[in-house]
């Protein structure tokens, strides 16, 4: 059984008051939505005040990065180590990194295996561009991204994939319910034949591409969904409020 997940990506939004705002609105309600993680992903800067907010609460924190030295002389980047105080979860190689700045296979593997070390749970992103789909390539991209940037004690680890195809990001036109069903069953035969088939079945992942409360439940209904990785809609209270308690029904 594995338990659904729904993960609310705030990218570069929010301020502290307002981050603080946000949480406060949701808190009441979204504790109380039982058989569903709930991971909001705020920006780094307002990790420590919410996390006095959320204090005993079953709602957990996750960052949006980090990087995979534990200290030093690397300006402005946060290590896992730092993190670790901070939240439970953090998004690696979301495809807005992997895009504005750069980032390898080689160096998100870095991340990945750094943010276990320190007990963090990585939400891994993959997902073709739209080129990609159209050629057809998207099963290629897939394994490839997942070659370089997992391996097998990761999973064992916890680590969370989520399938998110570049061409569905912030642009309202998501995958369909069906179609991110048949490449999530093509993730999952591609760790079976990798790490065997008991990690394949074990491991969440979720799927991420302009999901809103209006089309959560294409995705949450189909066996090979284990959640969503929610960007835009994860800064509307209600919108993610909706989110959360569609999956708790459905999965
Ligand atoms: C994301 O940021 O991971 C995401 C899926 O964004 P959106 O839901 O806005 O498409």
Not at 38 to 67: D, H, M, T, W
Not at 161 to 187: C, D, H, M, R
Request: charged share 20%.
């Amino acid at each position: 059984m594995r338990i659904p997940l729904i993960a609310g990506n705030w990218k570069m939004n929010t301020t502290l008051s307002e981050a603080i705002e946000l949480v406060s609105q949701m808190r009441p309600e979204l504790e109380k939505i039982g058989n569903v993680d709930r991971v909001i992903c705020p920006p780094f800067v307002s990790l420590a005040a919410l996390k006095e907010l959320l204090e005993g609460s079953s709602i957990k924190l996750g960052a949006q990065n980090l990087y995979f030295e534990t200290r030093g002389a690397y300006t402005g980047e946060i290590s896992p180590l730092m993190l670790a105080d901070l939240c439970d979860y953090v998004i690696i190689g979301h495809s807005e990194r992997r895009q504005y700045f750069n980032e390898s296979g080689e160096l998100i593997n870095k991340k990945v295996k750094a943010a276990l070390k320190v007990g963090l749970t990585p939400v891994l992103c993959i997902g073709e561009g739209l080129a990609e789909n159209e050629a057809g390539k998207t099963e290629a991209v897939l394994a490839a991204q997942l070659d370089s940037s997992s391996e097998r004690e990761y999973y064992s680890g916890g680590l969370v994939l989520a399938y998110e195809p570049v061409w569905a990001i912030g642009t309202g036109k998501a995958a369909s319910g069906e179609q991110a069903n048949e490449t999530i069953g093509f993730i999952r035969q591609h760790i079976s034949r990798q790490h065997g088939q008991g990690t394949a079945q074990q491991v969440r992942i979720l799927y991420g591409g302009s999901v809103t409360a209006d089309n959560i439940a294409e995705f949450i209904n189909q066996p090979e969904i284990d959640g969503a990785l929610v960007g835009g809609a994860s800064l509307k209270a209600g919108d993610f409020l909706s989110i959360v308690k569609q999956t708790s029904e459905v999965k």
